[in-house]
């Protein structure tokens, strides 16, 4: 341990205003002192560096240290948002969200703090409530930035900090994106000490007129039509639960039965071993409900619910790619105009673009993220529909878009709208793929995540597998490779490679390092022409897969 790194330590502890953390890094300094080899890289980790802040904003594990989420650090964030707004043009309006984890609500009034000293309208939304309602906040009150304090769907330690800007009518309430992450980054380098930050008390706490507004314009999403659906529904623990009910009940339907043992938020998230409801066995308490009751369809979101997941009883859950394609059908069956727009991005499935070349609209991929795919388009076009494999969906009608960005309540009102319609006809959702599959040939997806605890271990991966690239996943036939490193197809740079695949079926693998997790992703398509059974051409293709997973196991971890 070095005496610099425990007199930076002591420096922050004298800056720290939270009694918390300053007794956690007083406890951590005293073991470090007693010669604890454990505390020393412990502080170590803390001192290395400083959160980097990216397109996705912070994220990271609560604690005391630069390199932990804690007030100092989102008090400079802040900060340096403040700056970067003067700079674009002088004292801005920010909004300013936020979710059920632990420290959200004082992150935000820390925000709201600074930003306040520093001369900006603030207007905070008036409890916990899902990222959406920020983001349609954003575009709603014309504001010039929006903050939401969530760290999605990420284990109970963390937190962090999205960013979306307003002011472009095209791009309101999406995402930052590259430069404006480097601007703001500077800006917080700029930063001085915290102690001579204005903090100021004026802010305005929004009424719940700003959640009926977002709720009248996600239930317009929903078209005239059949509303009854048997629905178990699940909020992971977050702060979806009582704005999808509502919501479903507004636009029709009979409330859902609730998962109760994960309704009400949780920043523990007792019952999941990560809040995900991608992670297997996340869905299990929901899935078992339905079967008792015999219900349609189950919906879940994420804990800041802008993320759906869609299960089955008998079934299981639908991969994000395969409500992809029922959703993208069912909006552009009640859609019209020629200038509508649908758009993926790279790692989701190649299904959307035979959807839009069949039914005559603009198709677009993107980068991986909403912050791309919320910007896909030309300007004044329409985006009706996009959508990212990881369960996030941002919808649109003729009347427009309310939320640019994933919105797991929306796009959870057109899915049941979608199940009641195929119900009506005495149809399931899995009938739908099925047609789907006779149509535009089988799609098959499926994904691999390898978690790291060094983060040089990815890039080592990737430099691996650029030198020497596997000739073939399984029985499939590397017959080409996209490197987006410097830009593929017109796309921004990124870090990512996709191989394509032939050989009985066609294919394609996509690596790349997550955005805001230690992992290296891979994300695996085949697609099969259907001349019989579906059910036989799909257990053909479940087994292709599946050799082909454990192909692209072996290739990442090398």
Same mark, same amino acid.
């Given at each position: 341990?070095?005496?610099?790194?425990?007199?930076?330590?002591?420096?922050?502890?004298?800056?720290?205003?939270?009694?918390?953390?300053?007794?956690?890094?007083?406890?951590?300094?005293?073991?470090?002192?007693?010669?604890?080899?454990?505390?020393?890289?412990?502080?170590?980790?803390?001192?290395?560096?400083?959160?980097?802040?990216?397109?996705?904003?912070?994220?990271?594990?609560?604690?005391?240290?630069?390199?932990?989420?804690?007030?100092?650090?989102?008090?400079?964030?802040?900060?340096?948002?403040?700056?970067?707004?003067?700079?674009?043009?002088?004292?801005?309006?920010?909004?300013?969200?936020?979710?059920?984890?632990?420290?959200?609500? +004082?992150?935000?009034? @820390?925000?709201?703090?600074?930003? /306040?000293?520093?001369?900006? =309208?603030?207007?905070?939304?008036?409890?916990?409530?899902?990222?959406?309602?920020?983001?349609?906040?954003?575009?709603?009150?014309?504001?010039?930035?929006?903050?939401?304090?969530?760290?999605?769907?990420?284990?109970?330690?963390?937190?962090?900090?999205?960013?979306?800007?307003? %002011?472009?009518?095209?791009?309101?309430?999406?995402?930052?994106? #590259?430069?404006?992450?480097?601007?703001?980054?500077?800006?917080?380098?700029?930063?001085?000490?915290?102690?001579?930050?204005?903090?100021?008390?004026?802010?305005?706490?929004?009424?719940?007129?700003?959640?009926?507004?977002?709720?009248?314009?996600? /239930?317009?999403?929903?078209?005239?039509?059949?509303?009854?659906?048997?629905?178990?529904?699940?909020?992971?623990?977050?702060?979806?639960?009582?704005?999808?009910?509502?919501?479903?009940?507004?636009?029709?339907?009979?409330?859902?039965?609730?998962?109760?043992?994960?309704?009400?938020?949780?920043?523990?998230?007792?019952?999941?071993?990560?809040?995900?409801?991608?992670?297997?066995?996340?869905?299990?308490?929901?899935?078992a409900a339905a079967a008792e009751v015999g219900a349609?369809?189950?919906?879940?979101? +994420?804990?800041?619910?802008?993320?759906?997941?869609?299960?089955?009883?008998?079934?299981?859950?639908?991969?994000?790619?395969?409500?992809?394609?029922?959703?993208?059908?069912?909006?552009?069956?009640?859609t019209t105009g020629d200038d509508r727009v649908v &758009?993926?991005?790279?790692?989701?499935?190649?299904?959307?673009?035979?959807?839009?070349?069949?039914?005559?609209?603009?198709?677009?991929?993107?980068? /991986? %993220?909403?912050?791309?795919?919320?910007?896909?388009?030309?300007?004044?076009?329409?985006?009706?529909?996009?959508?990212?494999?990881?369960?996030?969906?941002?919808?649109?009608? @003729?009347?427009?878009?309310?939320?640019?960005?994933?919105?797991?309540? %929306?796009?959870?009102?057109?899915?049941?709208?979608? &199940?009641?319609?195929?119900?009506?006809?005495?149809?399931?959702?899995?009938?739908?793929?099925?047609?789907?599959?006779?149509?535009?040939?089988?799609?098959?997806?499926?994904?691999?995540?390898?978690?790291?605890?060094?983060?040089?271990?990815?890039?080592?991966?990737?430099?691996?597998?650029? #030198?020497?690239?596997?000739?073939?996943?399984?029985?499939?036939?590397?017959?080409?490779?996209?490197?987006?490193?410097?830009?593929?197809?017109?796309?921004?740079?990124?870090?990512?490679?996709?191989?394509?695949?032939?050989?009985?079926?066609?294919? =394609? *693998?996509?690596?790349?390092?997550?955005?805001?997790?230690?992992?290296?992703?891979?994300?695996?398509?085949?697609?099969?022409?259907?001349?019989?059974?579906?059910?036989?051409?799909?257990?053909?293709?479940?087994?292709?897969?599946?050799?082909?997973?454990?192909?692209?196991?072996?290739? *990442?971890?090398?």
């Amino acid at each position: 341990m070095t005496t610099d790194t425990v007199a930076r330590a002591r420096a922050w502890l004298e800056a720290d205003p939270d009694p918390g953390t300053r007794e956690e890094l007083s406890a951590l300094l005293e073991r470090v002192a007693a010669g604890d080899a454990e505390a020393a890289a412990d502080l170590a980790d803390r001192f290395a560096g400083r959160l980097e802040f990216g397109t996705a904003g912070l994220r990271g594990a609560l604690g005391a240290g630069p390199n932990r989420m804690n007030r100092v650090v989102v008090m400079r964030a802040a900060a340096g948002i403040a700056a970067w707004l003067h700079g674009r043009g002088g004292a801005g309006h920010v909004v300013i969200g936020y979710d059920a984890r632990h420290r959200s609500a +004082d992150f935000a009034r @820390d925000s709201a703090a600074v930003l /306040t000293g520093a001369g900006h =309208r603030v207007s905070l939304l008036p409890g916990p409530l899902p990222t959406p309602v920020l983001a349609f906040a954003v575009r709603d009150l014309g504001a010039d930035a929006g903050i939401m304090v969530t760290a999605s769907h990420n284990p109970p330690q963390d937190n962090g900090y999205k960013v979306y800007v307003g %002011g472009d009518r095209d791009a309101a309430g999406a995402q930052i994106v #590259a430069p404006t992450d480097t601007e703001i980054s500077a800006a917080i380098d700029a930063v001085g000490p915290l102690s001579a930050l204005p903090l100021g008390t004026e802010w305005t706490v929004l009424g719940r007129e700003a959640v009926d507004r977002y709720l009248r314009a996600v /239930t317009a999403l929903v078209p005239a039509g059949p509303r009854e659906l048997s629905v178990v529904y699940t909020a992971m623990h977050g702060v979806g639960g009582a704005i999808l009910v509502e919501a479903l009940e507004r636009a029709g339907f009979s409330a859902p039965e609730r998962v109760a043992a994960q309704f009400d938020p949780d920043p523990d998230f007792p019952t999941v071993a990560f809040p995900n409801p991608e992670e297997p066995g996340a869905l299990d308490l929901a899935l078992a409900a339905a079967a008792e009751v015999g219900a349609d369809l189950v919906i879940a979101n +994420d804990p800041d619910a802008d993320r759906l997941a869609l299960a089955l009883p008998g079934h299981g859950p639908l991969t994000g790619n395969e409500a992809g394609g029922l959703l993208a059908e069912y909006v552009l069956d009640h859609t019209t105009g020629d200038d509508r727009v649908v &758009a993926t991005s790279i790692v989701s499935s190649s299904l959307l673009g035979k959807i839009a070349r069949e039914r005559g609209v603009h198709y677009e991929e993107t980068l /991986t %993220g909403f912050k791309w795919l919320a910007r896909a388009g030309a300007p004044g076009s329409r985006r009706v529909f996009a959508y990212e494999e990881a369960l996030g969906y941002c919808l649109g009608g @003729d009347d427009g878009r309310p939320v640019a960005d994933k919105d797991g309540i %929306g796009a959870a009102l057109v899915a049941a709208a979608l &199940a009641a319609a195929a119900r009506a006809r005495g149809l399931t959702l899995l009938d739908l793929l099925d047609d789907q599959a006779r149509r535009y040939g089988l799609h098959l997806s499926d994904q691999l995540s390898v978690r790291v605890s060094d983060l040089s271990l990815i890039d080592t991966a990737m430099r691996r597998l650029r #030198a020497e690239p596997p000739t073939a996943f399984g029985p499939l036939k590397v017959t080409g490779i996209d490197d987006f490193a410097a830009g593929h197809a017109g796309l921004p740079p990124t870090d990512a490679l996709r191989f394509r695949l032939e050989g009985g079926a066609w294919g =394609r *693998v996509t690596l790349r390092p997550s955005g805001t997790e230690p992992k290296l992703k891979a994300y695996a398509e085949i697609v099969m022409d259907v001349e019989g059974e579906v059910a036989a051409t799909r257990a053909q293709g479940s087994a292709l897969l599946a050799e082909l997973m454990a192909s692209v196991a072996l290739a *990442v971890q090398g």
